[in-house]
């Protein structure tokens, strides 16, 4: 493997062309009523190493009905990124074929975790529950579903908050199911593993006006619980109960998978073309600067680095008209992302632009599939792991080990935590593994190091346990 350049400065505008939109673009964004298409590049010649034999092994083909997730890109250990970001998008395509689920996307017909408390998770249509996100301090245990929204929530430009969805593919809802609670956890060797093709998909979602649909981006229409004033300070859902119908556009989208060699998972993800600028150097992010003249989703022009990405500590939220339900933000947010590929080296970073421009090619001109072409539109941040068969239990501060896309973060789900000086372990560089790790908690519940933490939705599942852990010197687990 490549050694990773977690500081790395962004390609300039040859990236910035492929990676639509970026601080070159002088082209005015649309409203989110009005998302066009995004042009392709087909003519930019990427190397003939990667995407490795030019997605002869099929990427069309995880588009199909019975395809099947995505292993084997990393079964020869591989001594370059691309096959790792190709695996990416072919994970993607896969998650994302609209084809399979009466019209909606893949992932939303997979297990949430709602439905892991019936006897099996199999695969069909579900609603789309979507729940606010607030990002936990170090220490917190992991959330089991937000029920208050006071904080590190991000408001778009029109005053919505995003929201959120969590789906897991049958071979990692199964493992859930059989280690959930204490009883079955305790059963579970600490070497214990996820299977191969073992997913999970994280998505944001933006509330978009209703009366005409978006294009250029995938929206459905759902329901959502409705935000109040909390009486204690900031916003809360609705005790009563009550929900609106809505219209959500898919902004952010996180695609993590066990494949041959890599039981940590592969951990790669994805945006729409129009969230919010990349900041041009990454260290930067205090600059009095301006991130770009042009406005995104969650940015509006002109606008200072150091008045982006605010501490959410410090930003008071209120619910401004409670029947379209618009939230203020004070400070208002507005979001760069820190690092264009996610602090990929020089190397790494033209193998996620070539893949990106054959992907997004593929997706646009796949006449066999036409409603794939809504996919085009997005863009591949990067992808993060470890080395091959590295993984041991008890590490807390995984990060450490993380190759590829170091410094990984998606400007919609980790808004707040990008860049290595929002590591919370001290470490030169921020990616999944800050959160997702192998070590145990002292805290309450109290658990030992073990493969399997690696998965919040099972660390969900924990209750405290009867009696004192033996292992009160373990660090507190971090999550959200």
Not at 200 to 218: C, E, L, N, R, S
Not at 227 to 245: A, C, E, F, Y
Not at 407 to 422: S, V
């Amino acid at each position: 493997m490549k050694t990773p350049s977690p500081f790395l400065s962004l390609l300039g505008c040859l990236a910035a062309l492929v990676f639509l939109p970026s601080v070159c673009a002088q082209t005015p964004a649309e409203p989110a009523t009005a998302i066009q298409p995004a042009s392709v590049a087909p003519t930019l010649t990427p190397s003939p190493q990667c995407p490795l034999a030019g997605w002869s092994e099929g990427l069309v083909y995880h588009v199909g009905p019975t395809a099947q997730f995505p292993v084997s890109d990393t079964a020869n250990n591989p001594q370059t990124d691309c096959a790792f970001h190709q695996w990416a998008w072919e994970a993607f395509v896969w998650a994302t074929a609209i084809n399979t689920n009466g019209g909606q996307p893949r992932f939303l017909s997979l297990a949430t975790l709602e439905s892991l408390s019936k006897p099996t998770a199999k695969e069909g249509p579900n609603p789309l529950a979507l729940k606010p996100r607030t990002l936990k301090p170090a220490g917190a245990p992991p959330a089991k579903g937000d029920k208050q929204a006071g904080g590190g929530l991000v408001v778009d430009q029109n005053g919505q908050i995003v929201w959120y969805s969590v789906h897991m593919n049958d071979v990692y809802a199964k493992v859930v199911q059989q280690y959930a609670g204490m009883t079955n956890y305790n059963k579970a060797a600490a070497t214990a593993t996820f299977p191969v093709g073992s997913a999970v998909f994280k998505a944001a979602w933006q509330v978009v006006p209703d009366g005409t649909p978006p294009t250029g981006i995938y929206w459905q229409k759902t329901t959502i619980p409705l935000l109040v004033n909390n009486p204690k300070g900031g916003i809360m859902i609705d005790p009563s109960g009550k929900t609106r119908p809505v219209t959500v556009a898919l902004v952010g989208l996180h695609v993590v998978g066990v494949t041959d060699n890599h039981p940590e998972f592969l951990w790669a993800t994805f945006e729409h073309l129009q969230n919010a600028p990349d900041l041009a150097d990454p260290n930067g992010y205090n600059s009095p600067a301006s991130v770009s003249n042009k406005s995104f989703t969650f940015y509006a022009a002109n606008t200072p680095a150091n008045a982006c990405n605010p501490d959410p500590s410090t930003t008071t939220l209120k619910v401004t008209d409670r029947v379209k339900q618009t939230v203020s933000a004070t400070p208002m947010t507005n979001v760069f992302r820190q690092y264009a590929t996610g602090g990929e080296n020089a190397e790494g970073t033209q193998e996620i632009v070539n893949t990106t421009i054959q992907a997004q090619g593929a997706l646009a001109q796949m006449p066999q599939y036409p409603k794939e072409a809504v996919w085009a539109n997005y863009k591949l941040i990067g992808t993060t792991w470890i080395q091959p068969n590295t993984l041991k239990p008890d590490v807390a501060q995984l990060e450490k080990q993380a190759v590829g896309s170091v410094n990984l973060a998606n400007a919609t789900l980790e808004t707040y935590f990008q860049g290595p000086e929002h590591n919370f372990n001290k470490n030169p560089m921020a990616n999944c593994f800050m959160c997702h790790n192998t070590g145990g908690s002292a805290g309450n519940p109290s658990y030992p190091g073990k493969d399997i933490n690696l998965s919040h939705q099972l660390l969900a599942t924990l209750k405290p346990s009867p009696t004192p852990s033996k292992r009160s010197s373990l660090p507190p687990k971090t999550g959200n």
